[in-house]
Structures are given as structure tokens and as C-alpha cells.
């Protein structure tokens, strides 16, 4: 079990419904991210808080859209997504966002979603 | 020019045999760099950091050159368990965003 842990594991949902995905980390760290890992691409950064606050939204559509409530908390509220949003969703934490070789990623064990 | 460029792969390497693959970045600016391992359908995983001046971490070693913007990662020694997808990651210039490679896949066959 990694320090992060993300909830749930597996999620099939509606293109109408609303769900959400969290996160939760239990290694003091500041920064969270969030990524999507779709088949044969690389990992896609979606979105980055560091100290609660957001410090990068990747072009992202606004069908996605995150909460930070502390530095421990993460969550990706989802509502009329498409089919190609299915995807491995990722959160992630670092100590910090800077160049320091101490802002490393820890990954939870990711959310499958899968849009019908 | 993807920004980290990769080899996706798969290495067919025979346990015990050394494999060795590179990673290649287009920022010249890029500030640190890692690998990451990631076993089927299972979250990344630091492996190493790749400093500058090449480092080793028992029969994992990585290499940095700056001049022609590649990092590579080299395993000894193969074991059956080294069958993964290797992820490169390049910090850049600007600190706060990491860019992934898409990823080598080697597999370690008896």
C-alpha cells in the first residue's frame, strides 16, 4: 500500500452522470497532482495544487473539475464526460513543485473510469 | 518533436542478460530527470533519480548526457521481475512540470 490512496478503483459511469474520484495522502507532502493515463499515450498532466492552491491546469476540459481542500485531500468531480475520457486517473504527491531532487512523485494505484 | 521520446518497445531479454535503452528530450533547459518503473496495470514507481554525473543503484544504472539530450538506463543481470514498462520523466526548466515519456516495455523471459 503507497502513502496515497485513491477512491474508487473502478468506476463506470454515464455520460450523464456526476461522480467524483478522490485522493488522499498520508505523507505530509504539498503538492498533489492529477494525471490520465489513456492506452498507448504517455501520462497526461491534468491539473497541479500546491499548498491547496492551483498552480497548473493543463488545458483541461471544464467537464473535469478538481477540489483541494488541504494539502491532504484531492478530488476530481466528473460530470457529462465522453467515452474517450476512459482512462487510469492518477493522483499524485511531491513534497513541493520546485527543481529540489526531494519533489519526487508518489502515485496512488489510480481510479479506472470507464465512460459508456 | 514529442518532448520525451522513448523506444516503446517491447526488449525480449533472456534472464540474466543485460539490457539497455535511452530516453531522449527536446527542452536543452531541463532541470532533473528519473526513471520510473510501472508493472502492468499498477501505478508508477520512482526507480531512480539520473544525476549528471551517471549513478548506479545495484544492477540499475542511469546516465546523463546533456550534449546530445538523452538519458539512458541500463540493467544487469536480468530477473524474471524486471518485466515492466520503464517511464522516463523529465523535470523542466520552469520546476513544477514533469513530463513522461510513453514508456519501454521489457519483458525477461526464462
Known amino acids: 500500500e503507497t502513502g496515497v490512496t485513491q477512491t474508487p478503483r473502478h468506476l463506470v459511469m454515464g455520460m450523464t452522470n456526476k461522480k467524483s474520484l478522490k485522493c488522499e495522502q498520508h505523507l505530509g507532502h504539498n503538492a498533489m497532482y492529477w494525471y490520465k493515463q489513456s492506452a498507448k499515450k504517455p501520462l497526461e498532466l491534468m491539473f497541479v495544487?500546491?499548498?491547496?492552491?492551483?498552480?497548473e491546469n493543463n488545458s483541461v476540459p471544464s467537464r473535469f473539475s478538481p477540489e483541494c481542500p488541504n494539502s491532504s485531500h484531492l478530488f476530481l468531480h466528473l460530470h457529462t464526460l465522453q467515452p474517450e475520457d476512459s482512462a487510469l486517473y492518477l493522483c499524485?504527491?511531491?513534497?513541493?513543485?520546485?527543481?529540489?531532487?526531494?519533489?519526487?512523485?508518489?502515485f496512488g494505484a489510480g481510479s479506472r473510469l470507464t465512460v459508456l | 518533436r514529442k518532448e520525451v521520446e522513448q523506444d516503446p518497445g517491447p526488449f525480449n531479454v533472456p534472464e540474466g542478460a543485460t539490457v539497455a535503452f535511452n530516453c531522449t528530450y527536446s527542452?536543452?533547459?531541463?532541470?532533473?530527470f528519473f526513471w520510473y518503473r510501472q508493472d502492468c496495470r499498477k501505478e508508477p514507481k520512482l526507480l531512480m533519480s539520473?544525476?549528471?554525473s551517471g549513478n548506479e543503484d545495484g544492477r540499475f544504472t542511469a546516465q546523463l548526457n546533456r550534449a546530445s539530450q538523452y538519458i539512458s538506463l541500463l540493467i544487469r543481470d536480468s530477473k524474471l521481475s524486471d518485466s515492466a514498462t520503464y517511464l522516463c520523466v523529465v523535470r523542466g526548466a520552469a520546476g513544477n512540470k514533469l513530463t513522461f515519456g510513453g514508456g519501454t516495455r521489457v519483458l525477461v523471459k526464462p
Open positions: 495544487y500546491n499548498f491547496k492552491e492551483q498552480t
Open positions: 527542452n536543452s533547459a531541463s532541470q532533473s
Open positions: 499524485a504527491s511531491s513534497h513541493g513543485t520546485g527543481v529540489s531532487g526531494a519533489n519526487v512523485l508518489t
Open positions: 539520473v544525476y549528471s
